[in-house]
């Protein structure tokens, strides 16, 4: 079974260790999860851009194919 990359679910960053007392990580997040988050922000972001590129282009080869 393939797995489609882009639709993973989301995750959060969670600490790796103990909280202060303002609830902040202590120690460092756990950065494998946050890059796999941006990673996908990434992903998603440019399937959007190569969807509105590619828009685009129909669009001026319909106007060059009337004109």
Sequence with gaps: M???PLSRPKSTP????????????A????????????LDEMR??????K????DAIREELGKSNTA
């Design 51 to 54: 969807e509105e590129l590619i």
């Design 2 to 4: 393939v797995s489609d």
């Design 44 to 49: 998603k972001e440019l399937t959007k851009l």
């Design 14 to 25: 969670t600490p790796s260790g103990s909280l202060s007392a303002n609830g902040v990580a």
């Design 27 to 38: 120690e460092g997040l756990d950065y494998d999860r946050l890059k796999q988050d941006i």
